[in-house]
């Protein structure tokens, strides 16, 4: 089965919206857990306009399943998860006004830059993953920054998905065929959904563990958190 890794970004979004602690960003980790989700996804931003520092700290004391920390690899983001030390760093490219990931690495003119950032991190005892698109030379070069494992940006999926499903797939099944070639390991990530999870999941090989914040959110406005969890779940179940 691939993981499912939930993103709760949103939550903190909504919180931050009124003030105060309703909902509960601790409390929602917690119940992520609970609820049968095999990691919990933060992406906190300089502005802490969603996650806040603090938050990461009070996650990282209160759960037990993996704990994945996104974020652009600045002076501050490292610091943060030093201290914390996740089971997994994503590195993202993203400049702090970016509104949400909407790009991978270019690892190539980037290569020193991520060798040098990776190799701090696996100092850490820490698991890392770098956010990447379908190019494959982006991908052969990923394996030259010693990540343990790239996460494939799916939203160019996700867009084509209901015009071609099967031209949208075809680059994503290259690239992770390409990745395990160079000895990465494939997560993924950004707008998958209960409409086109399933596809993806059954089409692309070696995939190991999808995050997935904003559709699972908002379908949980109309389904329930617990409920939510179970449906996505449902749908990363791989056939034998």
Partial sequence: MTKLSVNINKIATLRNSRGGNIPDVVKAAVDVQEYGAQGVTVHPRPDERHIKYKDVHDIQRVIKTEFNIEGYPSPKFLEL??????????????????????????????LTFLQDVIGELKEYGIRTSIFIDTNPDFIVNAAKTNTDRIELYTEPYATDYPKDRERAIAPFVEAANIANKAGLRINAGHDLSLENLKF???????????????????????????RTISMYKDLLIKEK
């Fill in 200 to 226: 993806f999941n059954e089409r692309i090989p070696f995939l190991k563990e999808v995050s997935i914040g904003h559709a699972l959110i908002s379908d949980a406005l109309y389904y329930g958190l617990e």
């Fill in 81 to 110: 998860v030093k201290a914390v030390r996740p089971h997994q760093v994503t590195l993202v490219p993203d400049p702090p006004e970016a509104i949400t990931s909407n790009s991978g690495w270019d690892t190539i003119t980037h």
